[in-house]
């Protein structure tokens, strides 16, 4: 795991759209795994900006998300389907068939997460997957005790996970209770992860992530097991982990072929 700690969100949404913007670069029809919440929005600011003002093109990108709730219409302010729309697919060249977001509203939604799965597979995986975390350790919306073995199917939220997520509704009563989500085996078998986490509330779910032992009760621990894994966090989300000191040290000074 490479933690990297910038002092802002923005800094370390700079940090992400390099990698992808190089991603891009070797790799024109490049699959990326993408995340919704708070977290990501300044890299998708970033990458709007990157294609606004560098050219750089998604054109031949496919893209996965992690998650959608359930029951909520696309056109639903607080679905994901809205929130990719808004903050990243509307800003830059993406094709809208090549972008894919669960079906929460599928009659057969077993089926919609096996079709999901095979979806992945035959696009020949994903090479690079955004994350963020949840203030209960879940990545995706594999919550604790998550098989950390687990595919893309139906869970239900928790009740840290609804009170977090209700200040996106309008009416906290409205939270839906269950999702669909990619699973933690699903998450694992991308190429490369990059997890983002920004600001003093996650700081505890942080250091159990990255410095705690493996546990289904932090899914996100899982990533500890990965050999590619950036986690890329600012000043007051990195304030609790023992090993701070050295983290910053190694990204001070890396050598020039590994920058
Ligand atoms: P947040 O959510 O970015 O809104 O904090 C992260 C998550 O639940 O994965």
Not at 30 to 35: D, E, R, S, Y
Not at 58 to 79: A, K, M, R, V, W
Not at 94 to 106: D, F, K, M, V, Y
């Amino acid at each position: 795991m490479e933690i990297i700690i910038r002092p802002s969100p923005e800094e370390c949404a700079s940090i992400g759209g390099r990698i992808i913007a190089d991603l891009i670069k070797r790799k024109p029809n490049a699959v990326l795994g993408l995340a919704t919440g708070s977290t990501p929005i300044p890299l998708y600011s970033e990458l709007a900006r990157m294609h606004k003002d560098e050219g750089l093109s998604f054109s031949e990108i496919t893209t996965f998300n992690l998650d959608e709730y359930i029951g909520l219409p696309g056109d639903h302010p607080c679905s994901y389907q809205f929130f990719m729309r808004e903050e990243l697919f509307g800003k830059i060249d993406i094709r809208p068939e090549s972008t894919h977001i669960p079906n929460g509203e599928s009659d057969d939604i077993e089926r919609e997460c096996l079709a999901y799965e095979q979806a992945i597979a035959a696009s020949g995986g994903i090479d690079l997957q955004v994350l963020g975390i949840g203030s209960d350790g879940h990545i995706g919306f594999n919550e604790p005790g998550s098989s950390l073995g687990s595919r893309t199917r139906i869970k239900t939220l928790t009740g840290k996970t609804i009170e977090d997520n209700a200040r996106f509704f309008e009416d906290p009563n409205q939270v839906p209770r269950h999702c669909v989500t990619m699973g933690v085996g699903t998450i694992m078998d991308s190429a490369a992860l990059m997890l983002y986490a920004f600001g003093e509330g996650k700081a505890e779910i942080i250091s159990k992530a990255v410095e705690g032992p493996v546990s289904a009760m932090v899914p996100a621990s899982i990533l500890q097991m990965h050999p590619c894994v950036k986690v890329i966090v600012d000043e007051a989300a990195a304030s609790q982990l023992a090993n701070i000191e050295y983290y910053k040290e190694v990204y001070q000074n890396k050598p020039d072929w590994q920058k």
